[in-house]
């Protein structure tokens, strides 16, 4: 099964057009090292087939139609443009588990949120949300004493979720139980949507977070006296919470304690005793004061709860994309478990709430929130190849690569560089995943049990996805859930010298696209780039952004924001530019050909002279995958302008200086 239902059935269409036997090449998957990401890339390939397809319209259906977009408007089907779609965001996937870079984890959100339009529109309305947490995070947590990277973690657990939902019966007969859904593509492409919501966004509120906790650590740092385990530690509260909580559903935090109230009432309320009238009273009250602190006796001001604000920043920005949307009652119900699984993951559910009704019980899958309890697992198994910020942080060893193993029970395996083999037995993230035992702070012993899923069954009933597991403490623990391995850590991929504040990927992508199509205002650039091109083509304008840092290393230069002492670039030299557009060939040809386009002439001059760019387009064929020496003197300026382009474009939307490395 290829699972690309519209690029097969173009196959067929050019046969009859235009007499090729041959067309539409669809790639193979791309080659990753570890199975849970070719578990992620299989689910969606095999199982979300027609994804966001129009199934309504006959001509669509049949491919007879004009209405999508590739290069320009009006080149290819509707559901050819779906189904390519699909297949750059399995790109993406496969360029970030390569790389694990921020800049390749923005592709996912990028696509993500052009295919789904989860706050109306695409990548423009999130785009705010999503770079002002990485660059808030790079920037500003550096302050703290512990705090590690979130933009590209959120990705991991996007990807974890998706294989654990193909390869894991129970997680996926509660999701499709909890919203009446047989299994099929539909469901599948069900799922990549409400979990991508929930697991893409559960950190976006963590600016709040990170303010809060840099004057706490400030204080701490300058008086040992001032600490948390006192409760000593001045701490920040936002005020004129009431305002920043309006809606038009009323009042957030109202909202949000229905909607939790209402979804623990069927399973989770009943079996600890709970009145939903006392959890949803109780609740209220501690929402309205989650980032107010009045209440000092609670202790609750020590930490600042992200997930707080990560869920109504979201629901203010989806309410705001989705006009019709009047009453609580019109908001859909995987919205909803979306958002509060947001607002449940960090500390609400596992301290405070649970706390308020005096009950201990771990979430479990029969409780009906299969978002909330896999948002909750995914976010504890994604510990591994996180930029560390915290100056705390920075000096522990932690895992840098992960897998799930499916040879039999499944398995989860977290792997460690082997240069620092004699520091192991002392990292915490090390210890935790030992199987050997443990001792808790209160001095109780645990015989053969590993800490780390111990620890995630307080918050989730473990047994529930892993029946393996033993949840009696006093009991060895045999099914070796977790695992720590050793192994070389390999070169990290996807990293240069080139740097800038801002994750201007999109910026840069949209003016160069400007530049080339004539656009001269960011209105008619913005146009041009949102209207005119296909999700491929953007992709491709931001891998060009994207692949500036690479090419000026190859000629011995690198851009940054701050002022160094190296020679800075004036202009590039005809050797130069000829190395960077040979570069740039080279990048676009192996671009082209992860997207299954070949080699192809039959397009060429076939209208009076000019290419047909629509039978381009449909046979997805182009003359231009050749080496750059067989190049026409057109054909390699198409190459070369860009990176000149670059060179104006770059100063005047990130305030950059390109250098040389050396002086010439």
């Known amino acids: 099964m290829m699972g690309y239902n519209a690029l097969e059935g173009m196959r067929e269409k050019n046969r009859v057009a235009y007499g090729i036997e041959d067309s539409v090449h669809i790639p193979d998957l791309p080659k990753t090292a570890r199975a849970y990401g070719r578990e992620a890339l299989e689910f969606i390939r095999d199982c979300c087939v027609d994804l966001e397809f129009d199934t309504t319209d006959e001509r669509r259906i049949s491919l007879d139609d004009s209405d999508g977009r590739s290069s320009g408007p009006g080149r290819i089907p509707y559901n050819m443009e779906r189904d390519l779609d699909r297949l750059s965001f399995e790109r993406a996937i496969g360029r970030f588990l390569a790389t694990g870079a921020r800049q390749d984890a923005f592709d996912i959100y990028y696509c993500y949120c052009e295919i789904f339009k989860p706050l109306g529109s695409g990548y423009d309305m999130t785009g705010t949300l999503l770079e002002m947490l990485a660059e808030h995070e790079r920037n500003a947590s550096s302050l703290l004493m512990k705090h590690r990277d979130h933009y590209s973690h959120s990705v991991?657990?996007?990807?974890?979720?998706?294989?654990?939902?193909?390869?894991?019966?129970?997680?996926?007969?509660?999701?499709?139980?909890?919203?009446?859904?047989?299994?099929?593509?539909?469901?599948?492409?069900?799922?990549?949507?409400?979990?991508?919501?929930?697991?893409?966004?559960?950190?976006?509120?963590?600016?709040?977070?990170?303010?809060?906790?840099?004057?706490?650590?400030?204080?701490?740092?300058?008086?040992?006296?001032?600490?948390?385990?006192?409760?000593?530690?001045?701490?920040?509260?936002?005020?004129?919470?009431?305002?920043?909580?309006?809606?038009?559903?009323?009042?957030?935090?109202?909202?949000?304690?229905?909607?939790?109230?209402?979804?623990?009432?069927?399973?989770?309320?009943?079996?600890?005793?709970?009145?939903?009238?006392?959890?949803?009273?109780?609740?209220?009250?501690?929402?309205?004061?989650?980032?107010?602190?009045?209440?000092?006796?609670?202790?609750?001001?020590?930490?600042?709860?992200?997930?707080?604000?990560?869920?109504?920043?979201?629901?203010?920005?989806?309410?705001?994309?989705?006009r019709s949307i009047e009453t609580y009652e019109d908001m859909p119900a995987p919205v909803l478990d979306s958002l509060c699984a947001i607002i449940l993951h960090n500390s609400l559910f596992r301290f405070t709430l649970r706390s308020l009704i005096h009950a201990e019980d771990p979430l479990s899958l029969d409780d009906d929130q299969p978002l909330s309890y896999l948002l909750f697992l995914c976010d504890e198994l994604q510990c591994w190849d996180r930029t560390s910020y915290g100056q705390n942080t920075r000096h522990n060893v932690y895992a840098f690569d992960f897998d799930m193993d499916f040879s039999d029970d499944l398995r989860f395996v977290y792997y460690f560089d082997e240069a620092f083999s004699e520091k192991l037995p002392e990292s915490k993230a090390y210890c935790v995943l030992s199987p050997d035992g443990y001792t808790k702070k209160s001095g109780a012993v645990r015989k053969g049990r590993c800490k780390f899923v111990d620890d995630l069954n307080e918050i989730i009933k473990v047994s529930d996805a892993f029946p393996t597991f033993?949840?009696?403490?006093?009991?060895?623990?045999?099914?070796?859930?977790?695992?720590?391995?050793?192994?070389?850590?390999?070169?990290?991929?996807?990293?240069?010298?080139?740097?800038?504040?801002?994750?201007?990927?999109?910026?840069?992508?949209?003016?160069?696209?400007?530049?080339?199509?004539?656009?001269?205002?960011?209105?008619?650039?913005?146009?041009?780039?949102?209207?005119?091109?296909?999700?491929?083509?953007?992709?491709?304008?931001?891998?060009?952004?994207?692949?500036?840092?690479?090419?000026?290393?190859?000629?011995?230069?690198?851009?940054?924001?701050?002022?160094?002492?190296?020679?800075?670039?004036?202009?590039?030299?005809?050797?130069?530019?000829?190395?960077?557009?040979?570069?740039?060939?080279q990048r676009w040809c192996e671009e082209k050909m992860s997207m299954g386009w070949e080699y192809g002439t039959a397009h060429v001059g076939r209208l009076d002279g000019k290419n047909d760019s629509v039978m381009r387009e449909r046979t997805r064929m182009h003359d231009n995958l050749i080496e750059f020496e067989e190049l026409t003197e057109e054909d390699v300026y198409k190459d070369v302008a860009p990176m000149n382009k670059m060179l104006e474009l770059i100063t005047t939307f990130d305030g950059l200086t390109i250098y040389r490395m050396w002086d010439r």
């Not at 602190?293 to 001001?301: F, I, R, V």
């Not at 005119?532 to 491709?540: A, P, Q, V």
């Not at 304008?541 to 670039?569: M, W």
């Open 156 to 322: 991991y657990v996007f990807l974890i979720g998706l294989a654990l939902y193909k390869r894991n019966d129970s997680i996926h007969q509660a999701y499709n139980k909890r919203f009446g859904l047989e299994d099929g593509p539909q469901t599948a492409c069900h799922f990549l949507k409400y979990w991508g919501l929930t697991s893409l966004f559960h950190d976006i509120g963590y600016p709040f977070e990170i303010a809060h906790q840099q004057m706490k650590a400030y204080v701490c740092k300058l008086d040992e006296n001032n600490n948390d385990l006192y409760g000593f530690a001045p701490y920040i509260s936002y005020r004129r919470m009431d305002e920043f909580a309006v809606s038009r559903l009323g009042d957030l935090n109202e909202v949000f304690a229905r909607a939790i109230t209402e979804r623990l009432s069927k399973g989770y309320l009943p079996r600890v005793g709970v009145e939903p009238y006392y959890l949803h009273h109780k609740l209220l009250h501690t929402l309205r004061d989650r980032a107010v602190h009045e209440d000092p006796n609670m202790l609750d001001y020590l930490y600042m709860d992200h997930a707080y604000f990560s869920g109504m920043v979201l629901a203010k920005a989806f309410l705001k994309g989705h």
């Open 470 to 585: 033993q949840s009696d403490l006093s009991a060895p623990d045999e099914s070796h859930l977790f695992s720590a391995e050793t192994e070389s850590k390999k070169r990290k991929r996807g990293v240069y010298l080139s740097d800038s504040n801002y994750l201007s990927l999109y910026q840069f992508a949209l003016a160069l696209n400007g530049r080339y199509c004539g656009a001269e205002t960011p209105a008619e650039m913005a146009r041009a780039f949102e209207s005119d091109l296909s999700l491929e083509y953007k992709l491709s304008n931001i891998a060009q952004a994207k692949s500036f840092a690479p090419h000026l290393e190859k000629i011995g230069c690198f851009y940054t924001n701050r002022a160094v002492d190296y020679v800075q670039l004036r202009s590039f030299t005809l050797g130069e530019l000829a190395t960077l557009g040979e570069s740039e060939h």
